[in-house]
Nanobody
Framework: QVQLVESGGGLVQDGGSLRLSCAPSGSIFKVYTMGWYRQAPGKQRELVAGFTSGGSANVADPVKDRFTILRNNAKNTVYLQMNSLKPEDTAVYYC?????????WGQGTQVTVSS
């Protein structure tokens, strides 16, 4: 069974940086589209950044100037580089892999930004 192994979350101060990593098991990395979502307490899960099927990177408008999605094909790893973090970025961040009709989620990693 394919799994998405996430790492890199934690506690950081306002204005700090974190890099999240997602390494899929198996051979889905080059076939599935990869992305990152987040879910804050009491809110719906939302897309943060992702790659299209054509390989282009898209980043959600609220974080566009601060977050970057990266991939290392040699390491089969997708990263979410988060800079200038704000308390409102506090959430559980989930790695996501999709190839219709299959959607795979990671277990989530907590990111907490203190003011």
């Amino acid at each position: 069974q394919v799994q998405l192994v996430e790492s890199g979350g934690g506690l950081v101060q306002d204005g700090g940086s974190l890099r999240l990593s997602c390494a899929p098991s198996g051979s889905i990395f080059k076939v599935y589209t990869m992305g990152w979502y987040r879910q804050a307490p009491g809110k719906q899960r939302e897309l943060v950044a992702g790659f299209t099927s054509g390989g282009s990177a898209n980043v959600a408008d609220p974080v566009k100037d601060r977050f970057t999605i990266l991939r290392n094909n040699a390491k089969n790893t997708v990263y979410l580089q988060m800079n200038s973090l704000k308390p409102e970025d506090t959430a559980v961040y989930y790695c996501n892999a999709e190839k219709w009709p299959t959607v795979i989620w990671g277990q989530g990693t907590q990111v907490t930004v203190s003011s």
